[in-house]
């Protein structure tokens, strides 16, 4: 069966400092891969998604980035975070237009 | 660019009753599906429900059901009996067949009451 993993679960970081959020996948291959951002427990906001290893499409300019170095491997990175870069961060994959989700990462910037 | 609209912010029932969820969406595409997402104080996102544009059948999942009006971009969700598990933010959502990009709504707090 397929599981996703996500962490860490929370995090609290400064300003100015990196960040990197790991996701991975098992029991599938090649499957899309997400990254989203729920702020203030609403909506969620599509940030990556990739199609394959190397292949990213950002959905919004952002202070992010996202990289897919292996095909089950996903990373949000930072090199900076802002105040504003608060917030649950959830990584997803999709097979046949079902998405899966990991538990999610709680980031406080402070 | 695909929309999701999902008009009631909060909403809550008596245990035991029947509620219905609205949502609707905008698209060009032909061929999409949509989904209802539950998300509990865990904050885990669970799948509740799919409905494939092209099947006219609603989708059903025991308690859970769709309304869709295809031509009027509707995707409504009822519980039906209740239970106070179901309390948790629902999102409705969509995404193409050709991309799987998922659009979320901005979620309907729901809450069931004893």
């Known amino acids: 069966s397929q599981t996703i993993h996500q962490w860490p679960a929370t995090l609290v970081q400064p300003v100015g400092s990196p960040l990197s959020l790991e996701c991975t996948v098992e029991?599938?291959?090649?499957?899309?891969l997400y990254w989203y951002r729920q702020a203030a427990g609403r909506g969620l906001q599509l940030l990556f998604y990739?199609?394959?290893?190397?292949?990213i499409s950002s959905e919004v300019p952002q202070n992010l980035s996202a990289s897919r170095p292996q095909d089950r491997q996903f990373i949000l990175s930072s090199k900076k975070l802002l105040l504003s870069d608060s917030g649950f961060y959830l990584c997803a994959w999709a097979r046949e237009a079902e998405a899966f989700f990991g538990q999610g990462t709680r980031l406080t910037v402070v | 660019a695909q929309t999701v609209t999902q008009s009631q912010p909060e909403m809550s029932v008596q245990e035991a009753e029947t509620v219905t969820l609205s949502c609707t969406y905008d698209t060009s595409e032909s061929n999409y599906y949509l989904f209802w997402y539950k998300q509990p104080p865990s904050r885990q996102m669970i799948l509740v429900i799919r409905q494939e544009a092209y099947k006219q059948q609603n989708a059903t999942e025991n308690r859970f059901s769709v309304n869709f009006q295809k031509a009027a971009k509707s995707f409504s969700l009822k519980i039906s009996d209740s239970q106070l598990g179901d309390t948790a933010m629902y999102f409705c959502a969509f995404t193409p067949g050709s991309n799987y990009k998922l659009t979320f709504g901005k979620g309907t707090l729901l809450t069931v009451n004893p």
């Open positions: 029991g599938t291959s090649n499957p899309n």
């Open positions: 990739s199609i394959g290893i190397g292949q």
